[in-house]
T-cell receptor, first 115, second 113 residues
């Protein structure tokens, strides 16, 4: 079955520092990839998506992610984080043997931005 | 995107009772999904709800425990039946739009005592 691995459960970082949140997926066939953010006590908000085309995807709030097919990765990056970026970030995939209708989520990475 | 609302936003329920969660979308959609997010965990798909047909449940979830209705293209309900403390979670509905994106409602935070 399709799976998503987010190796880092928590990433502490200082304000204005760069950050990378890692995501690896299991499928070797065509997939769609997504990053969602969940602020405390809120639902999920779509940050960005990769469906096809350019492997570098830009999203909202200054985030970007790079699709790397050979490494089956879709890491999320931001060059300079703000306190307000403190949240839970989920990587998700659709496609592969679970089909494109269903989303499979990783376990999430908590980004903690401190002054 | 999509505007999705859920009711109630949170509830505290007694063991053995049932709670029905409503999900309303601002426009017609074919596919709606229900997810569970247990405390400190990721999201797990419960079922897919299509209008005019029975919901399709994922492994580990059954209709008797989580009955779903989908009476029209903008509305769905999820019932959590015969609740136990293990059902304490956030329940989220989502919809799939063009571009294969899923948009999520704000969630219903359920606590079972």
């Amino acid at each position: 079955a399709q799976s998503v691995t987010q190796l880092d459960s928590q990433v502490p970082v200082f304000e204005e520092a760069p950050v990378e949140l890692r995501c690896n997926y299991s499928s070797s066939v065509s997939v769609y990839l997504f990053w969602y953010v969940q602020y405390p006590n809120q639902g999920l908000q779509l940050l960005l998506k990769y469906l096809s085309g350019s492997t570098l995807v830009k999203g909202i709030n200054g985030f970007e992610a790079e699709f790397n097919k050979s490494q089956t990765s879709f890491h999320l990056r931001k060059p300079s984080v703000h306190i307000s970026d403190t949240a839970e970030y989920f990587c998700a995939v659709s496609g592969g043997n679970t089909g494109f209708q269903k989303l499979v989520f990783g376990t999430g990475t908590r980004l903690l931005v401190s002054p | 995107s999509a505007v999705i609302s859920q009711k109630p936003s949170r509830d505290i329920c007694q063991r053995g009772t049932s709670l029905t969660i409503q999900c309303q979308v601002d426009s017609q959609v074919t596919m709606m999904f229900w997810y569970r997010q247990q405390p400190g965990q990721s999201l797990t798909l419960i079922a897919t709800a299509n209008q005019g047909s029975e919901a399709t449940y994922e492994s580990g979830f059954v209709i008797d425990k989580f009955p779903i209705s989908r009476p029209n293209l903008t509305f769905s309900t999820l019932t959590v039946s015969n609740m136990s403390p293990e059902d304490s979670s956030i329940y989220l509905c989502s919809v799939r739009r063009q571009g294969n994106e899923q948009y999520f409602g704000p969630g219903t935070r359920l606590t079972v005592t």
